[in-house]
């Protein structure tokens, strides 16, 4: 069992894609578009199989729902929102058919595949509203696992699926460090970072106020390729400073380097990383930007982690929100009534296993990529830094 990166990428880049770029930025979306099949075909993050699995009911992401405070609720809540997305496309998507759906049991990869005529956006629709439902579901009947591993990439489906979602609206998310319940590492955190990262890059590559001190083309040149490698190394530090036991392939670094950084002159960046400063003068230490302050450099990062994701235990004994409370999307209110809120729940500390082909070095990567070498596929954030280093580039 392992962690999958990413179900489904969409994100605020992806309507600019039509536009014509150059022949290097054509190349970024070609790989874009193949990570997105890749993607759409892995399996999604589960936790290891625990004593009572016998007994269990797997709801969404988790394996073993009776670790929630309200496990008959969520179950049915969830079945209600898989209900809720049959009918979405059935009634609303060109080609609607109630038995193709259903013989996919909504899965949208199937669909797309077996039900073409039904149009993708619309699909996209509906299964942004199916993510914003487990949001609820997970709010009102699982609030004591909020902060839990299975919860972020909830969080993560949440923007796969909605594009217009404001990343500080989603409650619960990321999780506080150290938080009872929660992950062995927090990689809602680094995914916050890494879309800021990836939202910032245009900014960098566009900024007049840096551009208008130089008028040769060359020095212009240089500095975009400044803000391309600022990034790079933003993305992939964001990732080892912030789970620094966890084996880094869970956290999608492998594929950030074989799709990302191999193709566009990665190698080339330590002159670039000595040369200028990615903080401060190129901005990617603001908060808004990913706050990054270190920067590693190729064949400088840190030995890999050996860690697989998991759950640490504690108990969460009250709704961290209240016993009602409200979050956005966009314009719309959701309001949320928690239940069974005197059912405390004792989870102990589960652990996922990886992917079995993929295990952290103990003494760093080759000498080429250091600490690199056992890193796997990209969550979605990679999709949204390869569309805005296509636009940054054209």
Not at 123 to 140: F, G, K, L, M, Y
Not at 173 to 178: A, I, T, V, Y
Not at 351 to 366: K, W
């Amino acid at each position: 069992m392992g962690l999958k990166d990413g179900k489904r990428v969409q994100n605020l880049f992806i309507e600019r894609l039509t536009r014509p770029h150059n022949n290097e930025s054509n190349f970024f979306f070609f790989i874009l578009q193949q990570l997105i099949v890749m993607w759409a075909r892995s399996t999604l993050f589960v936790l290891a199989t625990v004593a009572h699995l016998s007994t269990a009911e797997q709801v969404g992401h988790w394996d073993d729902s009776s670790v929630c405070a309200d496990p008959d609720g969520f179950a049915k809540c969830y079945d209600k929102a898989d209900d809720s997305y049959t009918s979405c496309i059935t009634n609303n998507c060109a080609g609607g058919s109630t038995s193709c759906v259903k013989s996919c049991n909504g899965d949208r990869d199937c669909i797309a595949k077996q039900c073409p005529n039904l149009g993708v956006d619309c699909i996209n629709v509906c299964e942004c509203i199916r993510s914003r439902d487990q949001i609820d579901c997970t709010a009102s009947s699982c609030w004591n696992q909020v902060y839990s591993c299975e919860y972020q990439v909830l969080a993560e489906d949440l923007l796969n699926n909605c594009i217009k979602q404001h990343l500080e609206d989603i409650p619960f998310w990321p999780p506080p460090d150290n938080a009872p319940g929660g992950c062995s590492c927090n990689f809602g955190k680094a995914d916050k970072q890494e879309l800021q990262i990836s939202n910032y890059i245009e900014t960098c590559a566009n900024n007049m106020t840096n551009l208008n001190q130089m008028s040769d083309v060359d020095d212009m040149t240089n500095y975009s390729q400044a803000c391309m490698c600022c990034s790079q190394s933003a993305v992939l530090s964001t990732i080892y400073n912030t789970c620094p036991n966890t084996k880094p392939s869970l956290l999608g670094a492998d594929d950030w380097y074989n799709a990302l950084l191999v193709n566009f002159k990665w190698d080339e960046c330590g002159e670039y990383l000595d040369a200028y400063d990615c903080a401060g003068d190129l901005g990617f230490g603001a908060s808004s930007a990913g706050d990054t302050h270190t920067f590693y450099k190729p064949g400088g990062f840190p030995k890999n982690g050996t860690q697989t994701l998991f759950n640490t235990g504690g108990v969460i004994s009250s709704p961290i929100s209240g016993d009602t409370f409200t979050w956005s999307y966009g314009e719309v209110k959701h309001t949320v009534t928690v239940k069974s809120t005197d059912n405390v729940v004792t989870a102990s500390a589960t652990r996922t296993s990886g992917n079995a082909d993929s295990t952290a070095s103990e003494t760093g990567a080759s000498s080429t990529k250091t600490g690199m070498a056992s890193i796997n596929l990209p969550r979605w954030e990679a999709t949204v830094l390869l569309g805005a280093l296509g636009l940054a580039l054209a």
